[in-house]
């Protein structure tokens, strides 16, 4: 089960089952696609949502009653939203670089929200929050968009620098720039890829460096747009699984790299799938880590990990023996 997937699920379940009083857990997860179990996690969590105050009539509530699920209270999800000025802001900037990224579907349904929201903004509370474009992505990141931009608009190819965090490594490509994607609020370029002969798609957070090249981007005729309506990764034969625990202090990984989550447990910990390429490279992310990630398997991974840990350990004791001597 993937964090995006059911972030959507979540949104949607506090209208659905006030809609439906009473209907029972085996339905509802069959209208959600979800397993029973999975749907009662769900459920779990959303008992810990609401209000910032988070006391008592802040918090969603929830009635099991057999098998059959009842919502007490909404914490206001039924209400219409209203936003603030700043939140206003914010939505209008992040559509208007939405409506003028190359490659949008239906750019026409982006600027009818638009319309909209400009509509309603006259109602919205003021909150004295000025957003900028580039605060939530970083000013290098928006640099880099804009020049993919031109890049795009000018039809040229485009030499970058670029990290893949999947093997750990830094590799120069040229490639011939095809449409920019938003997906998940990350920035991605998609481009023929000429060192590897194939369609790509970069983060555009790991582009480290970028030049608009003289010569034209020209793809070839069969290079076709990436299906992304499962998700930007796709595993590959030469990929290895590892299921891991993270603490609550190293969520983040699931955030930041591809991988499936699968449970939450106790204490605000996650149990995740994350697929490598390069063992020595997650061993050290596991190890920079520092304890608050478990390996359950591969067990060679686990292994792995151990023998470097120990590595690292008795050269440790080596430099302080040395020291004290």
């Not at 790299?257 to 390429?277: S, V």
């Amino acid at each position: 089960m993937s964090a995006t997937g059911r972030m959507p699920r979540l949104l949607a379940l506090v209208p659905y089952l006030l809609a439906r009083p009473g209907i029972k857990i085996t339905d509802a997860a069959h209208d959600f696609d979800v397993t029973p179990k999975q749907l009662r996690k769900d459920l779990e969590l959303l008992w810990m949502c609401g209000l910032p105050g988070y006391g008592p009539g802040d918090l969603i509530d929830l009635s099991f009653e057999g098998d059959t699920i009842v919502v007490t209270h909404d914490a206001g999800m039924n209400r219409p939203l209203r936003l603030t000025g700043g939140e206003a802001t914010a939505m209008l900037v992040a559509l208007r670089a939405l409506a003028e990224t190359p490659g949008v579907v239906d750019a026409d349904a982006v600027r009818r929200a638009i319309a909209k929201i400009e509509a309603a903004a006259g109602q919205a509370q003021p909150s004295g929050i000025v957003v900028d474009r580039g605060v939530r992505e970083g000013k290098k990141t928006a640099s880099t968009r804009e020049a993919v931009r031109a890049a795009l608009t000018a039809k040229r190819a485009l030499r970058i620098r670029y990290y893949t965090a999947s093997k750990d490594e830094i590799t120069e490509r040229t490639v011939d720039p095809m449409r920019l994607l938003i997906v998940q609020a990350v920035g991605y370029l998609e481009a023929w890829c000429r060192r590897a002969e194939g369609v790509r798609l970069f983060r555009l957070d790991r582009i480290d460096e970028l030049t608009v090249l003289d010569e034209p981007a020209v793809p070839p005729a069969h290079a076709q747009p990436t299906d992304i309506s499962d998700g930007v990764f796709r595993p590959r034969p030469d990929q290895q699984e590892a299921v891991l625990v993270l603490d609550p202090d190293a969520r983040w990984v699931a955030e930041y790299y591809p991988c499936d989550e699968l449970d939450e447990l106790d204490g605000g910990r996650l149990r995740i799938r994350m697929r490598y390429a390069d063992e020595s490279w997650m061993v050290r992310l596991i190890l920079g880590l520092g304890g608050d990630a478990q390996v359950e398997s591969p067990a060679t991974l686990g292994e792995a990990v151990g023998r470097r840990a120990a590595d690292a350990l008795a050269r440790a004791r080596h430099l302080v023996s040395t020291y004290e001597q």
